[in-house]
């Protein structure tokens, strides 16, 4: 792969403050362009958010039997809020499957789903749940989910590529803490338990791409996106406001940027290693990227040109630590 191109880039922010839209910005950009402009190579892209929606389907499905909810109480956040490792942990083995291009063909993509959130759940020293359903219930489940699941698996597979030469993975997902609380952050919130989580062969290939959005700007472009009719989409989901104030009331990553031992770079201990990822910041505070939503034919060229500046900025700032 070449050192001109990222490797890894851990897209992140708090919910609906553009990591979507940039992930579809860049999508539309001309690959040599991509490289040279921002050190991005053809994307591979891999999000938490389909496991968040699945973890949400399955409790809705367990209520509508009369069965405990596991996840998630209801619109509030994660029952226990270690699971915020098991969506890292589905990710690292995400990861490690792209890199192997590992393909499965298992007569239950729901059922290997319940297998994977089980595992990744005692990563983050969650005891098994969906193992521990009745059979039945379990079955019920597995067939209600099925096409849902199979989708997803699909989606996945499909998306191997036959070479790494020139692309970078790109990993999205959102983290915060309550609204109103201090900083740093403890616990199982924020940044600064989940960075940890991820595993040693993402960290050392990987930058942070931070979109920064105030507490308020995310809550109201969570509502303006919000599409009751495609709650499964990366563009149009919305986060109930119980979890925006919960979950993502505030936001460590300046915190973290501030308190560094290095300039430009969130530094952190895990897996026995001390760890410095560069970062670069795209301020979204005041809205650049909604408008990119829309189909590309539409999109405003002046608003393209202020996204591209911006973007291209942060991973300037990323590619000088990374060179290093």
């Known amino acids: ?31 040599q362009r991509l490289k040279e402009e921002f050190h991005i190579g053809e994307n591979l892209q891999l999000d938490d958010f389909p496991y968040v929606h699945m973890m949400r389907r399955i409790d809705n499905e367990l209520e509508a039997m009369g069965e405990s909810r596991i996840f ?22 995400d990861y490690h499957d792209l890199l192997n291009r590992s393909v499965v063909k298992p007569d239950s993509a729901a059922k290997l789903l319940f297998e994977r959130i089980d595992r990744a759940g005692l990563g983050a020293g969650i005891a098994p749940r969906m193992g521990l359903l009745r059979e039945e219930i379990r079955e019920k489940l597995a067939v209600i989910l099925e096409k849902e699941a199979r989708e997803m698996l699909d989606e996945k597979q ?5 070479s790494f030469e020139d692309k970078t993975i790109i990993i999205e997902c959102a983290r915060g803490g309550p609204d109103g609380a201090s900083l740093p952050l403890t616990g199982t919130f924020g940044y600064q338990y989940s960075l940890p989580m991820f595993c040693p ?38 986060v109930p ?18 308190h560094s031992d290095k300039a430009d770079c969130v530094s952190f201990d895990a897996h026995g290693r001390h760890w410095q990822l560069p970062i670069g910041v795209f301020d979204n505070r005041i809205d650049k990227t909604s408008f990119l939503r829309a189909e590309p034919a539409a999109w405003d060229p002046e608003k393209v040109a202020e996204v591209t500046a911006a973007i291209r900025s942060a991973t300037d700032a990323m590619f000088r630590n990374y060179e290093k």
């Open 1 to 31: 792969m070449s050192n001109q191109v990222f490797k890894v880039v851990l897209l992140q922010a708090l919910p609906a403050s553009g990591k979507s839209e940039v992930r579809n910005f860049m999508a539309h950009v001309d690959g």
């Open 72 to 93: 998630y109480p209801g619109e509030e956040p994660f029952v226990d809020g270690r699971d915020w490792g098991t969506l890292c942990n589905l990710l690292n083995e």
């Open 158 to 162: 499909n998306a191997y590529p036959d």
């Open 201 to 238: 062969e993402i960290l050392e290939n990987a930058v942070i791409l931070y979109i920064w959005v105030t507490p308020e700007e995310s809550r109201r472009k969570n509502a303006d996106r919000a599409d009751p009719n495609d709650p499964g989409s990366n563009l149009h989901h919305g």
């Open 241 to 258: 406001m119980a979890v925006m104030l919960g979950d993502y009331g505030c936001d460590d990553m300046e915190y973290l940027v501030s």
